[in-house]
């Protein structure tokens, strides 16, 4: 006997005014045996969906309105809604999420990916949000175990409240890991982000924890500091290993308590924020050098999280490049450049010491300046650990090294500049230098 088809008989209504994506999907949804009704102005759609009953929905993003979005608001959890959408932005993909959209699609995606969309939307006995909308509609990600290991752990820690360290080389992502934490965790508040090398000790406590009016020379007002602002969201603490000593037993605080003291003030106040902190450095190590409390870094270490380097998931490179190129050509309006075989597999040679942030940076510089993709690029062979340390063969540290003198070198000494091309802080870049001098000396 048959199969009967999931939409057989059934009513679906299609909201778009994309020509193709209503060709598409009509010729989907009636080869499988269902009955469509295709509606191209938004004025109809909601008088529509006011007023009928339809067993699936399927809604482009490019015609939703007010009326429309109040609808998604109200009933988007009672029945399968399919959303068509290139937005990557982590703030709209949590807003179709508390919608209850069940799936999130691309508009250009093909007759079989809809009805395999359907199909599995339709077998669910009560559509669920997805979450793999943040997953499956960002360039970042690739299929290599390690990043999808660490997606998975985001995805089971996200709901909670323990404080997350995200550990990482410089550009792996950790700010974007932090906004996917921030994102799936349904918090209503916002992320709040903080970089603790940027600002001197005094000026990082007051923005840190806020100050009271008087509290010091200019503080003619009084003035809520991040922690506060980030209540009933995360507060985002990058660069945790830079935070000074004097700090740290106020961070600690915030951490244990729950409560955090105004520069100047003798109340305590309550602090809702969920902690995510970051960090390039080797934390433990800094423990045992006495630069960094321990009691602070187990109170951040509750739940670790390595990123995992570009190296480490150089299979990932080729479609990361196909990605950003498309990424970038749409957001400057230029055309899709065609990649060869020989380009990918320079670029996916390359060590990028700066990872994935170098990478997208190097691809907008070549579309931008219109110069080969391949140009300009450090290409090494790859070795297998047993060989990576021989003759001829530079470790990580003297790459980075050679690195962060090819930029300071371009920058002609400028300290800040070339800490900008590295896409790190000045005060890091400061610091990795005054170890190498400490190491000669």
Do not use: D, F, W, Y
């Given at each position: 006997?048959?199969?009967?088809?999931?939409?057989?008989?059934?009513?679906?209504?299609l909201l778009t005014d994309t020509e193709r994506l209503g060709r598409v999907t009509e010729q989907t949804i009636s080869g499988m045996g269902g009955l469509i009704e295709i509606v191209t102005r938004s004025s109809t759609a909601s008088s529509r969906l006011l007023n009928n009953r339809y067993d699936i929905i399927l809604l482009a993003e490019s015609i939703i309105d007010n009326l429309l979005n109040s609808w998604l608001q109200k009933n988007g959890r009672q029945q399968p809604v399919l959303l068509f959408s290139d937005s990557h932005e982590p703030e709209k993909l949590l807003e179709w999420i508390h919608c209850g959209i069940a799936d999130l699609l691309s508009p250009s995606l093909s007759s079989e990916q809809l009805h395999q969309a359907i199909v599995e939307v339709t077998s669910q006995e009560k559509p669920q949000p997805s979450r793999k909308i943040i997953r499956d509609n960002h360039p970042f990600y690739g299929d290599n175990p390690h990043i999808q290991a660490l997606l998975d752990q985001i995805d089971k820690i996200s709901l909670r409240s323990s404080p997350v360290l995200l550990e990482g080389e410089t550009g792996t992502g950790k700010s974007f890991f932090a906004r996917r934490i921030?994102?799936?965790?349904?918090?209503?508040?916002?992320?709040?982000?903080i970089n603790c090398a940027t600002l001197s000790p005094n000026l990082l406590?007051?923005?840190?924890f806020g100050h009271i009016r008087g509290a010091f020379t200019g503080a003619e007002t009084a003035r809520p500091g991040l922690a506060a602002s980030a209540e009933n969201g995360t507060l985002f603490l990058d660069e945790i290993g830079e935070l000074p000593a004097e700090l740290q037993p106020k961070l600690l605080q915030l951490l244990e308590d729950k409560m955090i003291r105004p520069v100047g003030s003798d109340i305590e106040q309550p602090i809702t924020a969920r902690i995510v902190a970051a960090?390039?450095?080797?934390?433990?190590?800094?423990?045992?050098e006495g630069k960094f409390r321990a009691d602070l870094y187990y109170r951040l270490n509750v739940i670790?999280?390595?990123?995992?380097?570009?190296?480490?998931?150089?299979d990932d490179i080729p479609g990361l490049v196909r990605n950003f190129i498309e990424e970038l050509c749409e957001e400057?309006?230029?055309?899709?450049?065609?990649?060869?075989?020989?380009?990918?597999?320079?670029?996916k040679n390359s060590p990028w010491l700066g990872n994935v942030r170098e990478l997208r940076n190097h691809l907008e510089r070549a579309l931008l300046l219109s110069f080969p993709f391949e140009q300009g690029i450090e290409a090494t062979e790859r070795k297998s650990p047993e060989t990576a340390t021989g003759s001829g063969w530079l470790r990580l540290e003297e790459h980075e090294k050679a690195h962060i003198l090819r930029a300071l070198d371009k920058s002609a000494g400028n300290k800040s500049q070339a800490a900008l091309l590295l896409g790190i802080s000045r005060r890091t870049l400061e610091r990795k230098l005054k170890r190498w001098e400490s190491e000669v000396a």
């Open positions: 006997m048959p199969t009967q088809s999931p939409l057989e008989g059934k009513r679906t209504l921030h994102t799936l965790s349904g918090r209503k508040g916002r992320l709040v982000s406590e007051s923005e840190l960090t390039n450095c080797n934390l433990k190590k800094q423990v045992k670790p999280l390595k990123i995992p380097s570009l190296r480490s998931r150089a400057h309006t230029l055309s899709l450049p065609t990649i060869s075989k020989e380009t990918i597999t320079v670029l």
